[in-house]
């Protein structure tokens, strides 16, 4: 792609080769280490399911029970049990559920517990692989269906059944891609609830039953509309990898899935998350799961103006931390938003550089765009100009996924007709401005070309500092969105455990070499 910023692609080559370096040493200590949620995780894609009557999850009772054991992978003392016991997967949930107690069964044979493990393995791999098979030809079957960039709602009522009336109503309306929002501070529960769910606030859990349900309902939509309908949860928090193992085996088709979020914005412990980040990657990979990160809330504590390079710098993280985790980039909804002050002169052009600078930048991924909320003041006349402005830039600078903006954002949690009406605000930006991108050239000394270049020069130059002092240090001073985090606190360092010699995990071996990784 042509640039029209006249961006140097030897300082967007320096940032690349930057952001490798600050990521190195965090993937060195990455591969030594595992979590209780990667090992429960890795139990979800063995088959591991269910709950004790305290609605305890069966992955979670195995991991509890094996403690100082977990250093040599939980799969070895399940499937272990499958053969001393001689139940199927289904069976030995049960009695899991009931109280047996899996780690106090003596290891039988490694090489009959590899066979076994194998099976499972495989059993995951053609599920997840017929999911795959069964959107790209959904995809093909509808192809030019879906508005571009894609329109993405949101649905959180609490209630899994009452979000499926709304996700249905306003995927008929026009929406491609319906996000379920998780209930309010789910991201902090160190363990997934079990079963559909009626009751959450500000979002509905996400559990694989309420995956399923949504999937199922998405799916008559996709055949009455003939268009695909994607579906989006969140695999991050204390459960990032578990959540992802649920998506893959009930074919979501996004994810929110940041590499740092769960560290800034959540205090979880950063060794916990970069370790999660990225076996919850690699199945996302594997599955063909779209990730969306979370650049957007960078400026909900910093100003969009003097830290736009922050954003730049994660996306260049973000996009490493995704190519160690076997993504490719046209899997890559890196984020970010239209969060300037709307009182700020020449306001909408900056937001305009910044698009176009992405775009440029990661001409392959499918940007997520972000509206306006942090300026967003209840005046729902302003606020409807206001994401008309953020639906024209995201059109004329080609993003890939697209968040719209509400009218009533700042009010309350939107309506079905506040839906209805921004997919309209979208829908006719977007057919009147169709071929306006190809029409527009920008002024070479002009102010979008100088403000897009400045901030390329400051997030190399922030790169290079970070780069100096390392990523985690880096964290710990504030430099990424003014917020600090040390790297020895933090919510879930308790379930951080380091791989002993015998350590066995047959699905990450699996997916490393399904993704071509190393090691």
């Known amino acids: 792609m042509e640039s029209k910023l006249a961006l140097s692609e030897k300082r967007i080559e320096r940032a690349r080769e930057l952001a490798k370096r600050i990521v190195s040493p965090?993937?060195?200590?990455?591969?030594?280490?595992?979590?209780?949620?990667?090992?429960?995780?890795?139990?979800?894609l063995a088959g591991a399911d269910g709950a004790d009557v305290d609605g305890v999850p069966v992955p979670n009772l195995i991991v509890d029970q094996l403690k100082s054991k977990l250093e040599n992978g939980a799969v070895t003392y399940y499937v272990n049990a499958l053969l001393k016991t001689g139940e199927s997967v289904d069976g030995l949930n049960r009695k899991i559920a009931e109280g047996m107690k899996i780690a106090d069964l003596p290891l039988g044979d490694k090489m009959a517990i590899d066979r076994k493990a194998q099976e499972l393995v495989r059993s995951f791999s053609v599920r997840v692989k017929r999911n795959r098979a069964h959107r790209e030809a959904k995809l093909k079957q509808f192809e030019g269906?879906?508005?571009?960039?894609?329109?993405?709602?949101?649905?959180?009522?609490?209630?899994?059944?009452?979000?499926?009336?709304?996700?249905?109503?306003?995927?008929?309306?026009?929406?491609?891609?319906?996000?379920?929002?998780?209930?309010?501070?789910?991201?902090?529960?160190?363990?997934?609830?079990?079963?559909a769910t009626i009751e959450g606030f500000g979002g509905t859990y996400a559990t694989q039953e309420n995956f399923r349900i949504m999937r199922a309902a998405l799916d008559e939509v996709v055949e009455r509309e003939q268009r695909y309908i994607y579906l989006t949860n969140y695999a991050s928090g204390l459960c990032m990898p578990e959540i992802a193992a649920m998506g893959a085996l009930e074919r979501l088709d996004m994810m929110l899935n940041d590499s740092m979020y769960g560290i800034l914005f959540r205090d979880i412990n950063m060794y916990r998350t970069f370790v999660d980040q990225k076996f919850s990657r690699m199945i996302n990979a594997f599955a063909g799961v779209i990730i969306n990160t979370g650049e957007d809330n960078y400026l909900t504590t910093s100003d969009a103006v003097?830290?736009?390079?922050?954003v730049l710098a994660s996306q260049f993280l973000n996009e490493r931390f995704a190519f160690e985790a076997g993504l490719p980039a046209k899997l890559m909804g890196l984020g970010h938003a239209f969060e300037m002050n709307p009182t700020l002169k020449n306001g909408f052009l900056f937001e305009l550089a910044q698009a176009q600078m992405a775009r440029e930048i990661f001409p392959e991924a499918p940007l997520k765009y972000m509206p306006p909320t942090k300026f967003m003041t209840g005046d729902i006349f302003k606020g409807q100009v206001q994401d008309a402005l953020f639906n024209f830039v995201s059109k004329v600078t080609n993003q890939g996924i697209h968040l719209l903006g509400m009218l009533t954002e700042a009010i309350h949690t939107p309506f079905m007709m506040d839906r209805s009406i921004a997919l309209e605000n979208a829908k006719y930006v977007f057919n009147n401005i169709e071929d306006l991108a190809g029409e527009i050239e920008f002024k070479k000394d002009g102010l979008i070309v100088r403000r897009a270049q400045q901030v390329l020069e400051e997030t190399v130059a922030f790169m290079e500092t970070v780069d100096k002092v390392g990523l985690m240090p880096a964290i710990e001073q504030g430099q990424f969105a003014d917020i600090k985090r040390p790297r020895d606190m933090g919510k879930g360092l308790d379930g951080l455990v380091k791989k002993g010699p015998e350590y066995y995990n047959p699905f990450e071996s699996y997916l490393k070499n399904e993704l071509g990784l190393e090691g």
């Open 145 to 195: 269906r879906n508005t571009s960039p894609l329109l993405y709602v949101i649905v959180a009522t609490g209630n899994i059944h009452e979000d499926v009336k709304q996700a249905q109503a306003a995927a008929g309306q026009g929406a491609d891609v319906i996000a379920v929002i998780r209930t309010t501070a789910q991201s902090l529960l160190d363990y997934v609830p079990y079963g």
């Open 26 to 44: 965090v993937q060195d200590f990455i591969a030594e280490h595992t979590t209780v949620t990667v090992e429960r995780a890795t139990l979800r």
């Open 306 to 310: 003097e830290k736009a390079y922050t």
